[in-house]
Structure formats: structure tokens, C-alpha cells
């Protein structure tokens, strides 16, 4: 919060009306003062490791970086990836069965009922109902 | 008086519809299905849905998430009482007494009861909010930009006091503020965007809240394999659920005073359903003959818990429409869904758009009578939505957010947006702080930007007389009085022990 909320101050400082960059100077020293506050509290606390830690509670880092909630994240990171190369819904079929797969579904047929019924429920309400663009590729 | 009347005539004809009649019952459907999966809850359903609403007639949008609303505020509590895993945390005190009565067999009356409460507490909010309307719509169109930011800056303030963390709300909800005015500035010039023009009009709001309130939960989510251990679940009976919903009818004092309970911590910003159906309860409690009832399988615990949880919708939706002040996450939504639709909630929407205010309190009565219905038709389908394994549930909300941020503006960084904002919703809520404060900061960062200015301008020569009006300096001294509360609180409690 603090190192973007700084690069962003940084940046309207230079901008020409005062107008433009009065809010954000206002509120980024606001917000410099409560981190300030927040930091002691935590010290006080004896929280010196700053929550952080929290993130990764009960495990190692390796350990989250093979999570289940790790496989969806990358999922999702391939998923916006490929989209542009074959299509929305060719993507979310492939990618939605494979990660149910990756998460511990083994009943393929079921998969794949589940599957079309979903890509065909959006494609119906999104690209026959509601008339939206959605990103093709290859395929659709 | 002409002005009511005629706004009114107005406000019934939008609702004459066949549209309202197709969303009504299908939001309700989706708000209860969603509702009742923990982790899910209201806020992913309409989070999914605003797409969809974004292309329907703004009337239509908003009583179709304000139906979602409702359905998801009862859906949490079916599960709460069958298996006392409650859907949403406004259903928790649901729990008290609906489980143990499960738990003696009489888990169809204690969902009638649970309806019947509902329905009523939804009703009595919405006849409450009729009423106040106009009289709170007069005074807030003495708003001017001092007040507006104040308003503001109050919201922040007051859901650091009520969750209870208040330096960690109102950090994230200065951050939210800082990222709600990237794009172009009062003058148009590009701010924060760092090169990116597809962020000149700011980031959209849908990718945003998709990520974060969507997505991020998905990776809490995602860590069962199993919302719920399958287990065979009590079979409803619609005799008993019947009878029920007449047994309701015995504990009319309690559901009057919840109903009241509710619509008032409603109209509080910041207070939610969840305290009102905690207070109600509580309240409930003290006032019985038998408290130690309670916690037993009373079923007056599950009435005065399901009155105030749903009453308090109706006050909520009266704030975020006259102050434009969210109440909750849900409604911080719909105050989002509302501003897609070129609406602003506050103000300006009762001075120049009381008609479609008067709309959307009319609609809950149609939404109360159609909750009913649909409750009762599909009661036995949505309590087996726990049973639903998250490998199913987690990538296919994953799909359905892509798709809702990516079909917004056909612009591949909306995608982008989501799984930033998932990331920053994730660690916010590992690290504890309120997401709430963010949203709010948010979605109201580009309308305290333009206040602040106009407020800069209009008192450059001489700052100090912004404190001769009188709305300001009422607003200020509570916005003082919010900031030194709980330190003060605090301190007071020290001493004393």
C-alpha cells in the first residue's frame, strides 16, 4: 500500500494544478501517518514480524507455491493467456476441466457434462441473450 | 405532497414490467443458491451478475441484484439450520436455535418460521423506508461538496469503529481512495496510470470488485475439498414447513421490535446485517420470560434473528440511496451496480431521480411476496449446495469472473485487473484487514476526488467559513467524534479496571 501510494504521490507532485494533485497529497500523508501509528501498534504488540508471516502461516513457501490455491492461480494466469490465441470458450472448456482434474475430480464424464453445460450457459446468456463481444481466436 | 404522489405514480409504472416479473423470481434464485454456500454468499453472487445487469434497463439491473440480495440474505440461512453451517455471517445467529431444532426434528417448522420472519422483517423495512424516504431526501439535498466529502471520509471512519479495527479500515479505505483516482484528474490530465491510456478513465469497477471479492475467495475456498462432508440431510416437509410459517404469527412483538432493530442498524452506515441479527437476537433474549430457552431451540431465536437480518436490507438500501454510503459489501455493491447505470446513489439521485428511488423500495414488496414462493418451491434443492465439491464450484466461478471482466470492454488488461485485485483482496483478508474500508475508499475515491476540489475552490480565499454550514460542521464533529472514540473508549476502560 505504502510503496505504490509513494510512486503514485511521486508522480502527481509534478502535475501542473493544484487541483490535480491535492486529494492524493492530502490523503497519502493520511495514510503515512496510520501506517506509522500501525507499525508501532504491531511492535507494541510484539508483532514485529509485521503480520506477514500471516500469509504463509503453517507452511513453507515451497509448500504454497504447490497449493491448491497455487494451481488456481496459475491456472488463471495461463487461462488470460491463451485466451486471445484460441478463443474464450475453447479456453475455459480445456481449462476448466483440467483443473478440475488438477483439484481431485476423477469422474470424467461428469466433467465434461458439467463443462458444456457451463461454457454452453455463458455462451448462451452472454453471447446470444446480452449480444456481447467476447475474445475469439482459432476458435470461438 | 404532489411531488410524492407524482413520483410515486412514476416509480409503479417502471415496475409495470414483464422484465421485473422474470428477474425477480431468478435472482432470488440465484442470491439463495449462492447464499447458501459458505464463502460464497450475496457478494459473489452479484459480483458475477453485474454484467448481465449492465445490459438490462436500469430499473430491471437494480431490482434483480436487489433480489439477489435478498435471496442470498435467506439462502445463508437454510444451511444454518439444517447443518448449522451458515451460508453468510448474517445467518449465524440463525444457527442458535434453528440447529437445535433440527436437532429434535423439527427442522421443517424451523424453516418456515425462518421464511414467514423473513419475509415479514423485509416487508416492515421496506414499509419503514417508504415512509422515511422523502423526509431523509429533503435534507440531504442541502448536500453541497463540503458535505459530500465529509460523508465520505464518515463512511470510512464508522466501519473502522464497527469492525472494530479502526486504524487498519481506515488505512485500506485511504488506499482504496488513492487507487479510485487514478485516470484522468478534475483537469484531465493522466494520473497514476504509468503509461497505460486504457486506464485514462479510471480502473473500471467490475474486473475490480470481481477480483476482489470473487476471486480472492476462491483461494480461501479452494483449501477443502468439501464445503460440508457429505451426509444425509433431513428431508423437508411442506406441511410442517406450513405450519411453520403460521407459528410465526405467535411471536408478533418480537418480530415488530426486530423489524424496527433491523431497518435502524441498517440505516447505520457501516452496520450490517450481521449486528442487527446479533442485536436482535440478544435483544430477544433479555426480554423473555425464559431466556435460558435460547440456544435450545427456541424457535423465537430463529424469528428474531431472520426478522432483523432481512429488515435491516431495507435500511441499508435507504442509505446507500439518499447518503450514498454502503452499509455493507452487498450494498457496496449495489451502489457500484448503480453508478454503471449512470446513477450516483446520494443527493443527487433523490433530487433528480426520486422516481426510480420510490421504484426500488416499491419493488421489495413484490420481491417479499415472490421470496415466499421461490423458498418454498426450492428450499430442499439449495440445502444440498454444500454438498457440491469445490472443484467444481472454484473454476467455475474462476471462468465466470474472467468472462465478467473481460466482456465489460473487450480489453485484455481487464483481466489483468481481476488477478491484481484477487491478490490484493487475498492478502488484505490474510492480513486481516477489513476489505470492506478499501471498496468503500474505491468506489467512492473519484466522487471525494471531484468534492475535495470543488470544496478547495469554492472556500480558497477563506477555508475557515466552510464552518458557517451548519450540515458540515454536524458532519464534522461526528467524523472527530468517530476518530477519537475508540482511543477514548479505550482509555476510559483502563482507567476504570
Known amino acids: 500500500m505504502i510503496i505504490y501510494s509513494t510512486v503514485y504521490y511521486l508522480e502527481v507532485r509534478n502535475l501542473g494544478h493544484f487541483e490535480d494533485r491535492i486529494l492524493i497529497t492530502a490523503v497519502f500523508w493520511f495514510l503515512l501517518v496510520f501506517a506509522v501509528i500501525e507499525v508501532i501498534k504491531n511492535i507494541k504488540n510484539l508483532e514485529s514480524d509485521f503480520k506477514i508471516t500471516k500469509i504463509f502461516s503453517n507452511t513453507n513457501f515451497i509448500q504454497e507455491l504447490k497449493s491448491r490455491k497455487a494451481i488456481v492461480f496459475y491456472s488463471m494466469l495461463i487461462y488470460i493467456i491463451v485466451i486471445p490465441f484460441l478463443g474464450f470458450f475453447t479456453t475455459s472448456f480445456i481449462v476448466f476441466a483440467t483443473v478440475v482434474y488438477l483439484l481431485g475430480g476423477r469422474k470424467i464424464a461428469m466433467i465434461l457434462i458439467v463443462d458444456l453445460g457451463l461454457c454452453g450457459g455463458m455462451y448462451y446468456l452472454f453471447v446470444v441473450l446480452l449480444r456481447l463481444r467476447v475474445p475469439e481466436g482459432l476458435f470461438i | ?497
Do not use: C
Open chain 2, 1 to 497: 405532497m404532489d411531488l410524492i404522489i407524482e413520483n410515486l405514480v412514476t416509480a409503479f409504472g417502471m415496475l409495470l414490467s414483464w422484465q421485473i416479473l422474470m428477474y425477480i423470481p431468478l435472482g432470488l434464485m440465484i442470491g439463495m443458491t449462492l447464499g447458501s454456500i459458505p464463502g460464497l454468499s450475496g457478494v459473489t453472487a452479484i459480483t458475477l451478475m453485474l454484467i448481465p445487469s449492465y445490459y438490462m434497463p436500469s430499473i430491471v439491473a437494480i431490482v434483480f441484484l436487489t433480489s439477489i440480495y435478498t435471496g442470498s440474505v435467506y439462502g445463508g440461512g437454510i444451511t444454518a439450520v439444517l447443518m448449522n453451517v451458515p451460508g453468510t455471517p448474517a445467518a449465524i445467529a440463525t444457527g442458535f436455535d434453528g440447529y437445535p431444532l433440527t436437532q429434535q426434528g423439527k427442522h421443517s417448522e424451523a424453516l418456515g418460521l425462518g421464511l414467514m420472519a423473513s419475509v415479514i422483517g423485509f416487508f416492515i423495512s421496506a414499509v419503514v423506508i417508504f415512509i422515511l424516504l422523502f423526509p431523509i431526501g429533503k435534507l440531504v439535498v442541502k448536500f453541497g461538496p463540503p458535505e459530500i466529502l465529509m460523508v465520505v471520509v464518515l463512511a470510512i471512519s464508522s466501519i473502522g469503529i464497527v469492525k472494530g479495527k479502526f486504524i487498519s479500515t481506515v488505512m485500506t479505505g485511504l488506499f482504496g481512495i488513492i487507487i479510485g483516482t487514478i485516470g484522468a484528474s478534475p483537469h484531465g490530465t493522466p494520473r497514476g496510470i504509468f503509461g497505460l491510456m486504457s486506464l485514462y478513465e479510471g480502473i473500471p469497477l467490475i474486473p475490480a470488485l470481481l477480483g476482489m471479492l470473487a476471486v480472492s475467495e476462491l483461494f480461501f475456498m479452494v483449501e477443502k475439498k468439501m464445503i460440508v462432508e457429505k451426509k444425509e440431510g433431513p428431508k423437508q416437509n411442506m406441511g410442517k414447513i406450513i405450519k411453520g410459517i403460521k407459528d410465526t404469527f405467535k411471536y408478533w412483538k418480537t418480530i415488530i421490535k426486530s423489524a424496527l432493530i433491523g431497518t435502524g442498524i441498517g440505516l447505520l452506515p457501516a452496520a450490517g446485517s450481521t449486528i442487527a441479527s446479533m442485536i436482535s437476537y440478544g435483544f430477544a433474549k433479555r426480554n423473555s420470560d425464559d431466556p435460558d430457552k435460547f440456544g435450545k431451540g427456541e424457535p423465537e431465536g430463529v424469528v428474531a434473528a431472520e426478522t432483523a437480518n432481512n429488515a435491516s436490507q431495507g435500511g441499508a438500501l435507504a442509505t446507500m440511496m439518499t447518503l450514498g454510503i454502503p452499509g455493507s459489501a452487498t450494498t457496496a455493491l449495489l451502489l457500484a451496480a448503480f453508478m454503471i447505470q449512470g446513477l450516483t446513489p446520494g443527493p443527487f439521485l433523490i433530487r433528480d431521480h426520486l422516481d426510480f428511488a420510490y421504484a426500488v423500495i416499491l419493488a421489495l414488496f413484490p420481491i417479499s411476496i415472490f421470496l415466499i414462493i421461490t423458498a418454498l418451491v426450492f428450499v430442499n434443492y439449495f440445502s444440498r449446495l454444500v454438498f457440491v465439491p469445490t472443484f467444481y464450484i472454484v473454476p467455475g466461478i474462476m471462468l465466470m469472473a474472467v468472462l465478467g471482466s473481460i466482456s465489460f470492454r473487450s480489453l485484455q488488461i481487464d483481466a489483468i485487473i481481476l488477478i491484481v485485485f484477487a491478490l490484493l483482496g487475498y492478502i488484505l483478508k490474510k492480513l486481516e484487514y477489513p476489505l470492506m474500508g478499501f471498496i468503500l475508499g474505491f468506489i467512492l475515491g473519484s466522487l471525494a476526488d471531484t468534492a475535495f476540489v470543488r470544496t478547495m475552490v469554492l472556500y480558497s480565499g477563506e477555508p475557515l467559513t466552510v464552518f458557517k454550514r451548519p450540515i458540515f460542521v454536524v458532519l464534522f464533529i461526528i467524523t472527530i467524534m468517530s476518530f477519537i472514540y475508540k482511543p477514548l473508549k479505550e482509555k476510559i476502560f483502563n482507567n476504570s479496571n
